[in-house]
């Protein structure tokens, strides 16, 4: 899905959150007023966590190839049309992989090995001996690297938790500080970003700026309470309509409708209170939603300025 930020980025994916959208919107038409070029990745994170709470990865590069997994809704894709650069922003989901993977016994009929020119390396000596033979059994058996073939190697050997990003150009990145196991390295002409992260669930409800009452289900369960208010007031209209018909043949009902028609009353005032409460809950989410993007603005604009001094 395609939406402009400005004239030089424009969204490839967007992440089904409004709020997240407007935000990430603005932070790069901010980028784009000030002529921000270079690595981003260090100033989006910071910016999301300090919006959004912890738990974020940002990846920028070219003709990247991605294998990685995120929670749904955390996820956004932004390019540089004049640079063509990817800027990718994602929670990486800690969701164990339930597609089984068939393991290929040529992988331990020899001593796969390859050149691999290290850039960063924080990976265990194990892991990294396990992913360095991955690569070189992928590069064989495919011809070439593709992300998704490692990470399904790796996962074999090292757990479902790891992400793999290819790409024949450098890439920028800040990873969360939950990562771990980060290698960062070129193989046979191409970059390679491979890292572990164990996400904490907990950080998806971190934004310091939503709270229960912005949530937009909650305008839903109040128009579910008038749906089902309505239908008792419809209910009990039905009651009062046949104690008036027995009503015109006997006397004796007359209390009977009196009390009915009471209860009718209290029914139809609830749902009158209901869409007040409705009404009042919408208006209240616009006017937070508008106060916290003019914050995010304001936050965005200081930020920016504030690196422009230091540089």
Known sequence: MSKKTENRFCFMLVSEDKELDDFVGFMFSCFAQQKITGDLTKRIASCLKDMYGGGWCVIQGRDMDKAIRYYKGYCCVVKDVTTKEEIIMFRPSSMPITDKIQEDTRFDEQNWDIAIRQQVNKMDDAIYQYVKKSIAFTLDKSK???????????????????????????????????????LYCSVDGVNLLCWRHMLNPSVLGESKRVTVIDKSWIQYVVLLCVAIVGVLAYLQYRECSGIYDKMQLYDFFEDDYQECGAKQRNLIYAIVGLFAV???????QKRRHANRMKEQRKYLQDQLLSAKKQE
């Open 144 to 182: 070439r690297l593709s992300s998704y073939d490692i990470r399904k190697q790796i996962t074999v050997g090292c757990g479902p938790l790891f992400h793999v990003i290819a790409s024949p150009n450098k890439m920028f990145y800040s990873l969360d500080d939950a990562a771990d196991e980060e």
């Open 278 to 284: 409705w009404a009042y809950l919408r208006s209240l």
